[in-house]
T-cell receptor, first 110, second 110 residues
Framework: RKEVEQDPGPFNVPEGATVAFNCTYS??????FFWYRQDCRKEPKLLMS???SGNEDGRFTAQLNRASQYISLLIRDSKLSDSATYLC???????????FGGGTRLMVKP | SQTIHQWPATLVQPVGSPLSLECTVE??????LYWYRQAAGRGLQLLFY??????ISSEVPQNLSASRPQDRQFILSSKKLLLSDSGFYLC?????????FGSGTRLTVV
């Protein structure tokens, strides 16, 4: 079983739609969680950290469920520019290593 | 500034040829540095990480090696490239909220 699992997609949604991605992780001792965004042929960039209480940044909402070991990302009012691959990332409990999921591809259509 | 410089941006090399990819970082001294590879349509695979000069840990056995001759310099090398070495190579440094990535080198082995 992969340490971090994501549905690879693609998720094809119209502009203005709300879309949600889930991610599951296997190591119950994982401490920190993040969502990264990766545009085609570019490096990943931090989108947002995920806090236990859930957090929101504009149209983006991230939530963590430690009991079920999953993380979610909700995007409201999708824009064309949101088209990208979204990577779920988990920090191992030992050291500061990050483990990346395979990514979920989102395509927002006009 | 926590800038990361990677070069070259793209590289085409024949099978059996050597490889040297360089990554230099600016900002805080003694950063934790990482080399990742992303094969086409795949997730990020951690290859090496370094917590200091001449301190290298390998995550995956392969025909690649890494060196850190200076605090802000991290080099990925191979004596003889294989076709399977093709991919997008990313250098990253640890920062407060996860990792910052360089712009990557896209390597095609032919």
């Amino acid at each position: 079983r992969k340490e971090v699992e994501q549905d690879p997609g693609p998720f094809n949604v119209p502009e203005g739609a709300t879309v949600a991605f889930n991610c599951t992780y296997s190591n119950s001792a994982s401490q920190s969680f993040f969502w990264y965004r990766q545009d085609c042929r570019k490096e990943p960039k931090l989108l947002m950290s995920v806090y236990s209480s859930g957090n929101e940044d504009g149209r983006f909402t991230a939530q963590l469920n430690r009991a079920s070991q999953y993380i979610s990302l909700l995007i409201r009012d999708s824009k064309l520019s949101d088209s990208a691959t979204y990577l779920c990332v988990v920090r191992r409990n030992a050291g500061n290593m990050l483990t990346f999921g395979g990514g979920t591809r989102l395509m927002v259509k006009p | 500034s926590q800038t990361i410089h990677q070069w070259p941006a793209t590289l085409v090399q024949p099978v059996g040829s050597p490889l040297s990819l360089e990554c230099t970082v600016e900002g805080t001294s003694n950063p934790n540095l990482y080399w990742y590879r992303q094969a086409a349509g795949r997730g990020l695979q951690l290859l090496f990480y370094s917590i200091g000069i001449d301190q290298i840990s390998s995550e995956v056995p392969q025909n690649l090696s890494a060196s850190r001759p200076q605090d802000r310099q991290f080099i990925l090398s191979s004596k003889k490239l294989l076709l399977s070495d093709s991919g997008f190579y990313l250098c990253a440094r640890q920062d407060l909220y996860g990792y910052t990535f360089g712009s990557g080198t896209r390597l095609t082995v032919v």
